[in-house]
């Protein structure tokens, strides 16, 4: 029986150094999803040691040639929708996972915009500083102790003496030095639902425009796959159309699945901020964004490993340097308050 040629694994990363707005970011996303067969929108970045975040989003770019031209066609491609789209500081990285993808993305100079991995993702990843990776200030000064400085170097040591070193939970960074990132690129399911309504006389009233924006919210619920209750929504965003035609927008954040008083309570604030001196409102609008199935996910042990670590060394270097007292922890009192004063309460970190 004759074997199967298996395609290589190819993965690419655009990156937006400057975030966009939502809406712009939405519909970059959907533009997208005509170059792949699945887009992944991260809401941070996988590399450490980078001041600004900006965006993020992995394409599954296996079987792009012969389709295009070239691997370089498809990233021009791209990177001009993006330029249509009007999403400045876009760069675009092509590699073998996502890591080493992302990290081409960041270093793509500015003209052409991207940089293509043509070789194995360790040897272009080998040169590299160590603070790419996601290792702890106390480990990269440990490494740097010892004479190591490059993912080539740390990569070359063994997973053993990583682990009883520096931790298991540096075996994460060790495994993408050595470009092993198997972190597949998850299709994005529904991002956004939205409801709107025309009003045939203009409306100024408080409680009226409340009012229609709940109603609004919760069509735009009924939009969802049931189960809807399992679904996570990151983000409410609200907008009006005034009778002098300007066009007003503020977003909340949500995190989950909201509630009838959550909505209620985010729809206020929102519409307290848009009205304004108008004489009224022509149409309202209600978009749900960020959409997620909360059902089935699993956790990353060894990335949320790293990230507690992280975290209690931030924690213990401020303390340190402070004192205990000047830091709070929150705590979690009711995740389903409408109010967040109500989810949490601080409490004094202690060493």
Known sequence: MQQQKRVARRVACLWVSAPPALEVWAQALEALEAYSPRVEAADAPAAAGVPEQGALAWLDARGI????????????????????????????GLAGCKFAAELAARDAPEAPGYQVVTQADAGYMAPLALNRLPLGEETLRRLRLLGL????????????AVAEQFGAESLLAHAWAKGLDDRPVVGRRRQVVEARHGFEVPEARGEALLERACRLCQRALQDLEPPRAAWGIRWLMLDCTLTSGQVLQHTTWLGGYPGPETLRTVSRVALGMLRGKASGVEELGVRLLGLESEVGRQLDLLTHAEARQRLEEALQQLAKKHTSDCIAWPALLDARAPLVAERYSLRAYAL
């Open 65 to 92: 040639v012969p389709r295009h031209a070239s691997e370089a066609d498809w990233c021009q491609a791209i990177l001009c929708d993006m330029q249509a789209l009007r999403v400045t500081g876009a760069r675009l």
């Open 149 to 160: 400085y490059s993912m080539g170097q740390f990569a070359a040591l063994p997973g053993t």
